[in-house]
């Protein structure tokens, strides 16, 4: 499965800083007043221990982690969705799983801000705004649409377009209260969503809020500052995390022992890239479950609530048209096995069959015909 978060933020919130954080890339800040429909992409293996433990248990010739996509796109200024987006930049925001609204926390006298004072909880209402003016503005444009091609529509067609019509209005209402689409889509009936996915609205998409901190607001200032941010900000769909962008990215160019050293002088117990990608992964409602033996261990990604015949599906079209039934162990059975003839000794080896909803870090092997 490819996963896709793309980057937003204010111009000058240190963006592309945090998207070299996260990547370990080398994409040069300031590069889009050339092409600035041009995204840098960067792919990014996600930490788990499990994996780690399963590779020293079985020896396999390789590892192989589940991953995000991150896309660092132009940045958003305030009052972009009156103006319009270019098709390019609304392509990008539409067709990612979710987002990553980058904000600022830190003071750079060399690098003002465009909206003046440092205000981080500004700036996410800001954005916040745009995007849902963006979804006003298309479900606008949809309805003024439907309306002269109602009238001429007879039979299914129009009863399509009525169907269609009735949803959107209520998005119309909800977004016209600020409210976002992610938070009345529970009420939504799942076949009328369907219509709408096509138009990939953003406040539809699970929100991450990484707060961009500078060196100074390492530890008790930085920390008060993220859960003020968390009460105010958090809700289901939308998670609020830190980061010391410009801290990171120099750490993430050091060897190994530099690094650590480095941390330690700045008072750093960990890094925080790890919990943010983990973050990521568990905000798009995302899951691992593994496959083990001697040529790799690989962790494989779906969503939370598929079956085992879909996770199938995840590694092979050929398995999942051909399953026959998963033998599945859960990680913490295994481990506490110490290994697979021990958990079949114990009969704590399961047959599930095509219907078996799939748990967080369940060890499968899939049986299926060819």
Known sequence: MSTTLVLIGLPSSGKTTVFNALTRSEAQTGTYSANPDEPNLATVKVPDARLDVLTEMFRPQRKIPADVQYLDVAGIAKGISEKGMSGALLGHLSQADALLLVVRA?????????????????????????????????????????????????????????????????????????????EVLPDIDPDDWKMLRGFGFLTAKPLLILLNQGEDQLGTNGEELLRDLQSRFERPGVAVESLAGQIEMEIGRLDPADAEEFMRDLGIAESSLDRVIRRSFALLGLIPFFTVGPDECRAWTIRRGETAVEAAGAIHSDIQRGFIRAETVSYDDLVAAGGMPEVRKQGKLRREGREYVMQDGDVVNFLFNV
């Open 106 to 182: 830190f003071a750079d006298p060399n690098v003002p801000h465009v909206e003046g004072p440092v205000d981080p909880a500004r700036d996410i209402e800001t954005l916040q705004l745009e995007l849902l003016l963006t979804d006003l503005g298309a479900v606008d444009k949809r309805l003024e649409r439907i309306k002269s091609q109602a009238p001429k529509a007879s039979g299914r067609e129009r009863e399509t377009l009525e169907r269609e019509r009735g949803v959107l209005e209520r998005l119309k209402a909800a977004l016209e209260a600020e409210t976002p689409i992610r």
